[in-house]
């Protein structure tokens, strides 16, 4: 899938006689992959550009039942990023949203000097394989999304700030978590819970 319409002739070119590739001149960020898999889970193989790496990681999510898995190249801050445990600096919305649909694996780190021009940061390579069932229960995942966005809306603010439009702290003290601490100190079962909770 490519975008660039030079870089697909240049491909078109390099094709090898006999060759299956099949190259489509078409945007990423708004492919039906489900309709290109038909009756087979698709296999996503990629090297991600970091403006859009995010949002096509989310696009990719709401499509995970036609996936079988993804290997991609991002820049490494980003799969740190993914691969991220509470309290780390690195853990944040897209920690918890891809860990609640993929099992995230950190394959290998490559270096600058494996491209040319080289850049100023280094690379890695991930594997993520869609849950079967997600590892914690939901009532309704859009609800889940929704609040983990928020709790992460502003990082140095509290989980009272942060949610005060959608849980007040007594309601979150019922669960037993801190009002007072900030979204990265929680794990992916105390997400669940506080979208629960708002959903009723």
Do not use: W
């Amino acid at each position: 899938m490519e975008l660039d319409r030079d870089l697909i002739a240049f491909l078109g070119k390099a094709k090898p006689a006999g060759s299956e590739l099949i190259i489509h001149n078409q945007d990423a960020l708004k492919t039906d992959f489900c309709a290109l898999a038909g009756d087979h889970l698709v296999r996503i193989l990629g090297n991600l550009p970091y403006n859009i790496s995010t949002p096509l990681l989310f696009h990719l999510l709401t499509q995970k039942h036609c996936i079988q898995d993804m290997h991609f190249m991002l820049q490494k801050e980003v799969v740190e990023r993914m691969a991220a445990a509470p309290g780390s600096s690195s853990y944040g919305r897209l920690s918890v949203m891809i860990q609640f649909h993929c099992r995230v694996e950190p394959l290998f780190i490559i270096g600058p000097d494996a491209f040319r021009p080289a850049p100023k940061v280094d690379s890695a390579v991930v594997r993520l394989t869609p849950h079967a069932t997600p590892p914690v229960a939901v009532n309704d995942e859009q609800v889940f999304s929704d609040l983990v966005r928020q709790a992460f809306s502003q990082r140095r603010k509290t989980l009272r700030n942060n949610l005060k439009n959608l849980l007040d702290a007594d309601a979150i003290q019922v669960l037993g978590i801190d009002p007072g601490i900030r979204a990265e100190r929680l794990a992916l079962n105390d997400f669940a819970r506080l979208a629960n909770r708002l959903s009723g």
